[in-house]
């Protein structure tokens, strides 16, 4: 957090995904089938210091081949209004993303934080859901720096670092 906003509002909200789909799958398990395999599609166009144009396809829950969470696509900025669901399964669909919002709304699985300047929050964006609360008091000053780092650039350091550490270790 570089500024924070002087007045009500502009709390950082984060949310267990993970959790959230395994109270879903609890409480109403045909609702979390259809997010986990039913696609649909999100696009992020712009420019922020470079142009993008992101359009990806995936259900809102991926598993491994084991069945496990891998991640959580839940972003409804970007998410298209059009579902890989037959036209009777539409309102099922958005059923089932209606209840796991508010799964991720609850108190168990969500909580509020307002940062202050040198505040830092780090999250495996995978499995945590952030946004921030309504700002109230007309304009704000708030500015978070933001950074996003590559699983696979973490995963290949930590595999070099390790293998240097062994080298150096049988020295």
């Not at 906003?5 to 959790?19: I, N, P, R, V």
């Not at 958005?94 to 509020?112: E, G, T």
Request: hydrophobic share 35%.
């Amino acid at each position: 957090c570089i500024e924070q906003h002087k007045g009500k509002g502009g709390e950082t909200m984060l949310a267990d995904g993970f959790k959230a789909a395994a109270i879903l799958k609890e409480n109403h398990p045909e609702k979390y089938r259809l997010l986990s395999t039913k696609g649909a599609y999100f696009k992020d166009i712009g420019d922020d210091f470079i142009k993008f144009n992101s359009i990806a396809h995936h259900p809102p829950f991926v598993h491994d081949a084991r069945g496990e969470m891998m991640k959580v696509n839940w972003n409804h900025f970007t998410r298209d209004s059009y579902f890989d669901v037959d036209i009777d399964q539409v309102e099922e669909f958005y059923d089932a993303m209606r209840s796991y919002d508010d799964i991720l709304n609850s108190p168990a699985c969500h909580i509020r934080y307002k940062m202050e300047p040198g505040d830092m929050v780090t999250t495996k964006n995978l499995r945590v859901l952030h946004g921030r609360s309504e700002l109230e008091g007309g304009v704000s000053g708030r500015h978070l720096q933001c950074g996003y780092v590559d699983w696979d650039e973490i995963r290949s350091t930590m595999r070099v670092t390790r293998e240097k550490l062994r080298v150096a270790a049988q020295q």
